[in-house]
């Protein structure tokens, strides 16, 4: 299958998805995670019409983004980001999705200041308690949330997850409907410099059910562009 093609199949699913939850795809984002894909296979995915695509690593950013890969959507970075790396990220991407603790929102903020630009985030939940994954515990993203006025250059836009790794279907519902209400939540509170319209949950083998417990955009990889070569 092409990639245009397993474009229009995920966007049917969600589409399917969508409805079964009573709720409109227009307001589900489909977003590209093009982490090792070359530019021409980006520029692809792109003309099929994903609404934006997501990088996981710096190098790779800064290598596409001459090259035209993302041109006409939004680029947003959703990997772990090193503090040192900061300045090749800040005023660069739409958003970072992957603010996953203090010391990185501290260092965006810093950098943000230093560009005079503001710069568009979300905060990465832990969702699933995982010793092996970074990111604030829920009562962690409340607190960032409250405080989120000492950020000036920084609008946090929503929370981001990924939960743990399932081989049963359906088994992260739970967590989708956690990071649901946490969103909600933290909604609800108004804080300044918050607003929580973005909950990027659901990946390949899991965005029908992260639709129907909320998520208003999807990160996929494998189901547009296939498995990914570790070895290459
Ligand atoms: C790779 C990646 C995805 C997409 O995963 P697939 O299972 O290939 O769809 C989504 N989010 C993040 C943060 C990723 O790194």
Known sequence: MSISENIRRIRAEMAAAAEKAGRDAAEIAFCAATKMNDADRVKEAVAAGVDCCGENRVQELTAKLPLGAYTGKPVHFIGHLQTNKVKFVVGTVDLIQSVDRED???????????KDVTQDILLEVNIGAEESKSGFTPDGAREIALR????????????MAIPPIQTK????????????????DIAAKKYDNVSMEILSMGMSDDFADAISEGST???VGTAIFGARNYDK
Not at 104 to 114: P, R, T
Not at 148 to 159: D, I, K, S, T
Not at 169 to 184: D, T
């Open 148 to 159: 989120m006025a000492e950020f000036p250059h920084v609008r946090l836009r929503g929370l």
């Open 104 to 114: 990185l929102l501290i260092a965006v903020e810093k950098e943000a200041a230093k």
């Open 217 to 219: 955009m999807i990160r």
């Open 169 to 184: 279907p359906g088994a992260n519902r739970r967590f989708f409907a956690e990071m649901h209400n946490l969103a909600v």
